[in-house]
């Protein structure tokens, strides 16, 4: 299953939440869902029972929630629903390294930009992240009260939020720069290191996952 | 796209999804996770803008798979803070704040139908909360989501048009005058076309 090209992996992920929704309650989403928990359990084909357990957990608050304003009888749809889409999900983000993704997109003739802007946001997220979390630790040694009224609270945000952001705008030049060195310009192409192979049977089983989704669409509508 | 404006990009993500922890800190109700969204098209225009908030959504989603369907309202944020920066009302936290409440009124809207037919209102525990609420008050189930969301975007949006009108005035001259567009956003000078 990891050995799969990126773009199948994802296709799978994006169709069992749409076929959850096309699909009639509950037994279609029931399917799905089933589908997903088995994609996420087989052997070899996910990173084992941690996955499923984030999966369960990250479903579990909004099956609680929809009993809360449902109850039994509106909880079950949509709790299968979702539950579906956050397994497909947590299963993709668990095989699917992104820097494969991105050779993927190099390989498939994508701009080089476009793959860029995937791959830097993944990194700096957790970096600025970080840097919020040092922020803060350093701006309450310093004895800004985080606690209080709202007003009290508000200043504090402020505090916070305001050299995070210009630090994180100052970079930007840097970037730049350091994009400019390395020959980014529009229209650039890129040569990937380990193009993932992409046989035929994979891209007609993609064909047939879209073209299942669109004609079960159709066929719920009319 | 020049590129400066790509590198901008992945930063303006990175200060969607990390004033999370500045919000934690302080323990208000607030997401402010478009201020990266609004600040990148006051300084950039709305195609950035629109780039930021769809990254943003898609990055999120490999966290939280529910953020997804909301990438209609980050495109949706955008494009209102286009019009907001176009008129210069990021000039002042008179008018900036008002402006954000008006997009507090124009999000909730619009994110109340993603949030009842795809969740079931139950996209976070405080909507859901606060949806419960709604329903105890004698709304109905749409209505309980629509009081729920609108609780939860009206003072989040107007806190997020704030924050960025601040961050706006206190960015260096150095910095700004890369970005002609910020100037005009804060009403000192007009954009080159």
């Known amino acids: 299953m990891r050995r799969l090209h990126p773009f199948t992996l994802l296709a799978l992920a994006v169709a069992l939440p749409a076929l959850a929704w096309i699909l009639p309650a509950p037994w279609g989403a029931a399917g799905t869902l089933t589908l997903a928990a088995a994609l996420l359990l087989t052997p070899g084909a996910s990173p084992g029972i941690t996955t499923a357990k984030t999966a369960a957990l990250s479903a579990a608050p909004f099956w609680f929630f929809l009993y809360l304003l449902h109850g039994v009888g509106g909880m079950v749809p949509t709790g299968l629903r979702l539950s579906t889409m956050i397994a497909s999900f947590v299963w993709l983000v668990a095989i699917l390294p992104p820097a494969r993704l991105v050779e993927a997109m190099v390989a498939a003739g994508w701009p080089v930009s476009v793959a860029f802007l995937f791959s830097a946001t993944l990194q700096a997220v957790p970096a600025l992240h970080e840097r919020a979390q040092r922020l803060v630790d350093a701006q309450r040694c310093r004895g800004l009260a985080t606690r209080g009224g709202p007003l009290v609270r508000l200043r504090a945000l402020r505090a916070l939020a305001l050299p995070l952001v210009l630090s994180a705008l100052h970079e930007v030049d840097e970037r730049a720069l350091a994009l400019e060195t390395r020959g980014l310009v529009a229209g650039a192409r890129r040569t990937p290191l380990a193009p993932p192979a992409d046989h035929r049977a994979e891209q007609a089983l993609r064909w047939l996952l879209a073209l299942s989704c669109a004609a079960l669409f159709v066929w719920r509508i009319a | ?193």
């Open chain 2, 1 to 193: 796209m020049s590129v400066r404006l790509l590198a901008l990009i992945p930063v303006a993500v990175a200060i969607n999804l990390a004033l999370s922890a500045t919000v934690d800190a302080v323990g208000l109700p607030l997401f402010l996770d478009t201020t990266g969204t609004i600040l990148t098209t006051a300084l950039a225009g709305p195609v950035v803008g629109i780039l930021t908030g769809a990254l943003t959504s898609a990055v999120n989603s490999l966290r939280n798979p529910t953020f997804w369907p909301f990438v209609a309202i980050q495109i949706i944020v955008a494009l209102y803070a286009w019009l907001a920066a176009s008129r210069g009302w990021f000039r002042s936290l008179r008018t900036a704040v008002p402006a954000g409440l008006l997009l507090g009124v124009i999000a909730s809207v619009t994110s109340t139908p993603i949030s009842y037919f795809v969740f079931g209102c139950s996209t976070t525990g405080g909507i859901a909360l606060t949806t419960k609420l709604g329903q105890l008050l004698g709304l109905s189930n749409l209505g309980a989501c629509f009081f729920g969301s609108f609780l939860s975007d009206f003072g989040d949006k107007a806190v997020t048009f704030a924050l960025v009108t601040t961050i706006l005035h206190a960015l260096p001259r150095r910095t700004a005058a890369r970005f002609p567009l910020a100037l005009r956003a804060i009403g000192r000078a007009a954009a080159s076309p």
